[in-house]
Nanobody
Framework: QEQLVESGGGLVQPGGSLRLSCAAS????????MGWYRQALGKQRELVAT???????NSADSVKGRFTISRDNAKNTVFLQMNSLKPDDTAVYYC??????????WGQGTQVTVSS
């Protein structure tokens, strides 16, 4: 059973930075990709960025140039460095992992609020 534990959310002013972390435990050797999704109040959950075990990344157009996803395979941890944050980035951010067998897992979510 895979478990994902997120940390690093909080309140930040527009233009500020935050770094999210997500540590995986369980079937860690079966992980194919990890990443981040977010869900703003009243909106659907959307992809933010993903990274495969081989290091291939994918990110939403809305965060390109501002957010960077990275991964420490030795620690089974994925990071999301968020710079130049905007009020529209306010959401609950969920860590996600998919195993090689196709099973999806989600973290409990961490709140990111961008406000002055």
């Amino acid at each position: 059973q895979e478990q994902l534990v997120e940390s690093g959310g909080g309140l930040v002013q527009p233009g500020g930075s935050l770094r999210l972390s997500c540590a995986a435990s369980g079937s860690i050797f079966s992980i194919f990709a990890m990443g981040w999704y977010r869900q703003a109040l009243g909106k659907q959950r959307e992809l933010v960025a993903t990274i495969t075990s081989g290091g291939r990344t994918n990110s939403a157009d809305s965060v390109k140039g501002r957010f960077t996803i990275s991964r420490d395979n030795a620690k089974n941890t994925v990071f999301l460095q968020m710079n130049s944050l905007k009020p529209d980035d306010t959401a609950v951010y969920y860590c996600w992992a998919v195993l090689k067998g196709g099973e999806n897992y989600w973290g409990q979510g961490t709140q990111v609020t961008v406000s002055s």
